[in-house]
């Protein structure tokens, strides 16, 4: 039927060899699992706070129950703030105000927050001494708080110190 039986045949019995011998050799080095070193556990006969604890070395380790945010739902909670407010350009004196400057944020998008907290009046005027005084890449990440309607320079104040 087939012209070349033989080489077909040959090359079917070296493959079958070939993963034999493979075979072999894995069972001869072992499981692929490197032994325990002397004094430790292995994972699976830790308690949970150990395994927490070593985890703990390398990765950032919370509990099953605790909620956790991304950027996105932080993000959105912000929003929803925002647009709950009645008129967010008024100011009254003695009112504070909190605003959360994430990593990654530009100052094109601090203005804007800014200007939607009704922290600055004017988002443009604001971005504009920011450039001038070259503290585009000076605001701090973090929370910070604004109370009753303060100048320009003490808003730039607060978002150049750490919160």
Do not use: C, W
């Not at 493959?15 to 004094?39: E, F, H, N, R, S």
């Not at 009112?95 to 804007?112: D, M, W």
């Not at 585009?136 to 003490?154: N, R, W």
């Amino acid at each position: 039927m087939f012209k070349n039986r033989a080489m077909l045949s040959g090359v079917g019995i070296g493959l079958i060899a070939g993963a034999i011998l493979l075979q072999v050799m894995l069972v001869a080095k072992g499981t692929g699992a490197a032994p325990m070193p002397a004094g430790k556990a292995a994972p699976e006969d830790m308690d949970p706070k150990q395994l927490k604890e070593v985890a703990q070395k390398y990765y950032q380790v919370y509990d099953k129950n605790e909620k956790l945010f991304t950027q996105a739902d932080v993000d959105k909670k912000v929003q929803d703030a925002l647009k709950a407010q009645p008129n967010p350009n008024a100011g009254a004196a003695g009112k504070k105000v909190a605003v959360y400057v994430s990593p990654g944020l530009i100052a094109t998008q601090v203005a804007e927050l800014l200007y939607r907290s009704g922290v600055v009046a004017d988002r443009n005027a604001f971005e504009k001494m920011l450039n001038e005084q070259r503290l585009t890449d000076k605001i701090q990440v973090g929370y910070h708080v604004f109370e009753g309607t303060p100048d320009p320079q003490q808003v730039v104040q607060t978002l150049l110190s750490a919160q």
